[in-house]
Nanobody, 125 residues
Framework: VQLQASGGGLVQAGGSLRLICAAS????????VGWFRQAPGKEREFVAA????????LYSDSVKGRFTTSRDNAKNTVYLQMNSLKPEDSAVYYC???????????????????WGQGTHVTVSS
């Protein structure tokens, strides 16, 4: 499984960005996909996740109501729509996938075997 994250950039506070995670290889709808982010000097943190097939989603409290993850299973692509961005959202964003992660552990980065390279998001105040 290969993951390619893109869509990051510089945006003003209150603006929007859509991140794209393009998956290839043996990736299929049977993989759960998580979004994580890491700001300089901080640990990687959970942002959002989509269950296998995309029927369920989960968000961290810090992004709930502002971010939405969705997936196009036909295109093996997962999206993270980020609205009402804040300076504290600035980070490198990663998508991750795993076929075996259980829903109760989907927020844990150590449960994912496959990772994209990350895309930078900078939100100016």
């Amino acid at each position: 499984v290969q993951l390619q994250a893109s869509g990051g950039g510089l945006v003003q506070a209150g603006g929007s960005l859509r991140l794209i995670c393009a998956a290839s290889g043996s990736f299929s709808r049977n993989y759960a996909v998580g979004w994580f982010r890491q700001a300089p000097g901080k640990e990687r943190e959970f942002v959002a996740a989509s269950s296998r097939g995309g029927g369920s989603t989960l968000y961290s409290d810090s992004v709930k109501g502002r971010f939405t993850t969705s997936r196009d299973n036909a295109k093996n692509t997962v999206y993270l729509q980020m609205n009402s961005l804040k300076p504290e959202d600035s980070a490198v964003y990663y998508c991750a996938a795993d076929r075996s992660v259980i829903w109760g552990a989907i927020v844990r980065s150590d449960q994912y075997d496959y990772w994209g390279q990350g895309t930078h998001v900078t939100v100016s105040s």
